[in-house]
């Protein structure tokens, strides 16, 4: 199977799984949704949604984050790891944002990437779901399928990124990232993955390794 027929078959599978995935992330706006993508460094999506249905019933928007304060915010958050540095990182971009942005998050990567505790994945997520702007965000997940289907060398998130964006139609790769999470954490799991067992490493990477 060769390079092409590889990637076409993979988005076959993907179709096939996962035909139209959601976002895993619960928001109301732009601003919700990008809060939601920092507090989901290091905590699962479903711990996130839980802490962010009482925090976004206090504050939906960054006026009303950063009149909640530090204190507040942390408190709400601490299901989350890290929640000491996110509950400082969410309300300093709150402030950014009223401060810089009239209260609107940026639709540029570059704005974006400048608020605090907002790294290039989350810009991509933000870029990509709420302005539908081209990007194709890069986790854990994709990370390590991408290295385990052969469609990049796993050396580096930046070079998966470009990978994927050479492998799929830039129509597609909204589409792709989520697909590509939901099968990972679905059938192609970091730990005890049996490649043989697996509907896409058992045909595109049968010798591939856990």
């Known amino acids: 199977m060769n390079r092409k027929e590889k990637i076409r078959f993979i988005g076959e599978k993907l179709d096939e799984f996962f035909p139209n995935p959601p976002i895993p992330l619960n928001y109301t706006n732009a601003f919700t949704m990008?809060?939601?993508?920092?507090?989901?460094?290091?905590?699962?999506?479903?711990?996130?949604?839980?802490?962010?249905?009482?925090?976004?019933?206090?504050?939906d928007t960054p006026k009303k984050m950063e009149k909640l304060g530090v204190k507040a915010i942390a408190e709400i958050i601490k299901p989350c790891g890290f929640f000491n540095t996110k509950s400082v990182n969410v309300y300093n971009l709150s402030k950014e944002l009223l401060e810089r942005f009239g209260g609107e998050v940026?639709?540029?990567?570059?704005?974006?990437?400048?608020?605090p505790g907002v790294g290039h994945k989350t810009a991509s997520v933000i870029m990509s779901h709420i302005f539908k702007l081209a990007a194709f965000p890069v986790d854990t997940h994709i990370h390590r399928l991408a290295?385990?289907?052969?469609?990049?060398?796993?050396?580096?998130v930046e070079q998966t990124e470009k990978d994927l964006k050479k492998a799929f139609p830039e129509s597609e790769w909204e589409k792709r990232h989520l697909q590509i999470i939901y099968f990972g954490r679905t059938y192609c799991k970091a730990r005890g993955h049996k490649p043989g067992e697996c509907p896409i490493c058992s045909v595109v990477a049968p010798k591939a390794k856990d």
């Open 34 to 59: 990008l809060v939601a993508v920092v507090l989901s460094a290091q905590c699962t999506d479903v711990r996130v949604n839980q802490v962010t249905a009482v925090l976004f019933k206090k504050a």
């Open 147 to 156: 290295a385990r289907w052969g469609l990049s060398d796993g050396s580096s």
């Open 106 to 115: 940026p639709h540029t990567f570059e704005e974006l990437e400048s608020l």
